[in-house]
């Protein structure tokens, strides 16, 4: 048997260590890469197309605040039958998206011309409960949209909300 195995020794070549090893990895990581590329390329990536920007303004509103009245100038409306007139301190519009917010600037002689036609419609003890200031901004909101165009499908990138602070109402004699 001890001379069989000098035989081997002497005949055949001995085992490299090192090649097992390579042998141990390369295999595996030829096979990993292989399968790798074939799951990339079978499903695909993960990116989506790049929007154009009017297509993404489109898709998603964003909110911008658009002042019609400036908080502290304090502007007047006569109310129906022309004995009492409120005072608006600011009026305020959460807008949908920045062209709507430049047709609210381009078409401010407009909106307050509607707006003085609203508050011609209203009286006193309609802007005295939380019911009718929420008609009145509600009647704001449609108005403006009205004016700038924003109708329809095009609403919610229109006038959103409507914030308003009604300074005082009182009566001229």
């Known amino acids: 048997m001890p001379e069989e195995m000098e035989q081997q020794e002497q005949g055949g070549k001995k085992a490299n260590p090192i090649m097992g090893i390579v042998k141990m990895v390369a295999i595996p990581l030829v ?17 989506q197309p790049q929007q154009t ?3 993404q303004q489109i898709t ?6 658009a002042v019609v009245i400036q908080a502290g100038k304090f502007q007047t409306f006569m109310l129906k039958g022309g004995r009492d007139v ?18 609210v600037a381009d078409k401010n002689d407009e909106i307050m011309d509607a707006l003085s036609t609203i508050f011609l419609s209203k009286e006193r003890f309609e802007l005295t409960t939380p019911a009718g200031l929420d ?3 509600k009647q704001i909101r449609e108005a403006v949209n009205e ?14 909300n409507v914030y308003i602070y ?8």
């Open 60 to 65: 998603a509103p964003t909110q911008i605040k």
């Open 86 to 103: 409120v005072v608006i301190d600011s009026l305020t519009l959460l807008v949908g998206s920045e062209p709507c917010r430049a047709a």
């Open 135 to 137: 008609l009145l901004k």
């Open 31 to 47: 096979i990993s890469l292989v399968v790798s590329l074939a799951v990339f390329f079978v499903l695909g990536s993960n990116k």
């Open 166 to 173: 009604v300074k005082s109402i009182s009566s001229v004699q």
């Open 147 to 160: 004016i700038t165009g924003f109708t329809g499908e095009k609403e919610k990138f229109g006038v959103i």
């Open 53 to 55: 920007e009017e297509q």
